[in-house]
């Protein structure tokens, strides 16, 4: 693949992301958005490594370390939203003004 090709991807996934993160109302799809906005970043980030570097495993690594943070960024944003929709019974973004308990 070229990384004309690369680009053009990860510019949809960033694109689709952004898209997801402001036309929805629900957290769920909005945290979705957010992940698809992060995967074309790092998407961009690994074809320019692997375009401009050595040919080492630095570019790799460095995919596989973002991918197990935003992970773990995710897993806790889902059990944030856990708790939010077990304290008031709400999944959309109007229906939660603030979050005093």
């Not at 690369?6 to 979705?32: D, K, P, T």
């Not at 320019?48 to 897993?75: C, N, R, S, T, Y």
Request: no cysteine.
């Amino acid at each position: 693949m070229t990384l004309v090709t690369v680009l053009l991807v990860a510019g949809a996934l960033v694109g689709i992301g952004v898209w997801g993160a402001l036309a929805q109302q629900s957290f769920v799809m909005l945290m979705m958005g957010i992940e698809l906005m992060v995967n074309g970043a790092i998407l961009a980030a690994a074809g320019f490594w692997a375009h401009a570097g050595d040919g080492g495993p630095k570019g790799q690594v460095l995919v596989i370390v973002a991918m197990a943070v935003m992970a773990v960024e995710m897993a806790i944003g889902f059990a944030l939203v856990a708790a939010v929709y077990r304290a008031r019974q709400a999944d959309l973004t109007e229906d939660i003004g603030s979050l005093k308990g």
